[in-house]
């Protein structure tokens, strides 16, 4: 059986909504670093906050059910079947799932229901971090998560991404022509989508915790997390 770990309880009067923060996986993503600079900020919100460092984890589908916001830090790595049918009923029924660069989309990729779910995949980044700009899609611009946000850039890796058209594209990134591009092409950073009466909420930003010192990373994925919550 695996153990959890309960980081906060519930306060007096209305239920807390519960969060469940899966991390783990490749340790060059900073599972647990990264994960841990949202945990305050989770609690702040009413959360009763539960982290787990096993993806058995998503074999509990009476917690997954109960679980009100499914926070995923888990690069590569492979589901069962079982765990990936939970995760995805959960969803598909309210349960809220969000997360950030490969802890999210380069995850378990041999598992097509998993990417049906978070609707991206990975593909590549260009070597090493370089300093780009994000860019608010204006179509978008009263959306709760990028309201009010400017372009703003972030010095980290830059992913190339396969996405599905039913996203709703927050903003997105350009990588210019060179000798293997022919033009200029806006690629998707930060989507949202519906899966049944669940939110799903992805940020391409995120490979090393100080991508958060960027307040304009931070309060997407703060927003994100809320926006995805039942």
Same mark, same amino acid.
């Given at each position: 059986?695996?153990?959890?770990?309960?980081?906060?309880? =519930?306060?007096?009067?209305?239920?807390?909504?519960? %969060?469940?923060?899966?991390?783990?996986?490749?340790?060059? /993503?900073?599972?647990?670093? %990264?994960?841990?600079?949202?945990? =305050?900020?989770?609690?702040?919100?009413?959360? /009763?906050?539960?982290?787990? !460092?096993?993806?058995?984890?998503?074999?509990?589908? !009476?917690?997954?059910?109960?679980?009100?916001?499914?926070?995923?830090?888990?690069?590569?790595?492979?589901?069962?079947?079982?765990?990936?049918?939970?995760?995805?009923?959960?969803?598909?029924?309210? #349960?809220?799932?969000?997360?950030?660069?490969?802890?999210?989309?380069?995850?378990?990729?041999?598992?097509?229901?998993?990417?049906?779910?978070?609707?991206?995949?990975?593909?590549?980044? =260009?070597?090493?971090? +370089?300093?780009?700009?994000?860019? =608010?899609?204006? $179509?978008? +611009?009263?959306?709760?998560?990028?309201?009010?946000?400017?372009?703003? !850039?972030? /010095? #980290?890796?830059?992913?190339?991404?396969?996405?599905?058209?039913?996203?709703?594209?927050? $903003?997105?990134?350009?990588?210019?022509?060179?000798?293997?591009?022919?033009?200029?092409?806006?690629?998707?950073?930060?989507? #949202?989508?519906?899966?049944?009466?669940?939110?799903?909420?992805?940020?391409?930003?995120?490979?090393?915790?100080?991508?958060?010192? #960027? +307040?304009?990373?931070?309060?997407?994925?703060?927003?994100?997390?809320?926006?995805?919550?039942?």
């Amino acid at each position: 059986m695996t153990d959890y770990t309960e980081t906060s309880s =519930p306060g007096s009067g209305r239920r807390a909504r519960r %969060a469940l923060v899966v991390r783990g996986g490749w340790e060059g /993503h900073s599972p647990i670093e %990264a994960t841990d600079l949202f945990l =305050p900020f989770l609690r702040r919100h009413g959360f /009763h906050v539960t982290t787990a !460092e096993e993806l058995e984890v998503y074999e509990d589908a !009476e917690l997954l059910a109960a679980t009100d916001l499914i926070v995923q830090c888990w690069t590569m790595g492979e589901l069962t079947r079982k765990e990936c049918a939970n995760l995805v009923a959960a969803v598909h029924a309210g #349960t809220g799932f969000a997360g950030w660069h490969g802890g999210i989309i380069d995850s378990f990729r041999g598992d097509l229901d998993y990417q049906l779910l978070t609707g991206g995949q990975f593909l590549m980044h =260009p070597p090493g971090f +370089a300093t780009h700009r994000v860019d =608010p899609v204006e $179509a978008f +611009a009263d959306h709760p998560v990028i309201a009010g946000l400017d372009a703003f !850039e972030v /010095h #980290t890796e830059r992913y190339w991404v396969a996405t599905d058209p039913l996203n709703d594209v927050l $903003a997105t990134t350009t990588f210019e022509a060179d000798e293997i591009l022919p033009r200029p092409v806006a690629i998707p950073a930060v989507w #949202t989508r519906r899966r049944g009466l669940g939110r799903v909420f992805v940020s391409t930003i995120g490979h090393k915790p100080d991508d958060f010192d #960027t +307040a304009e990373a931070r309060a997407l994925t703060e927003r994100g997390l809320l926006w995805a919550s039942r």
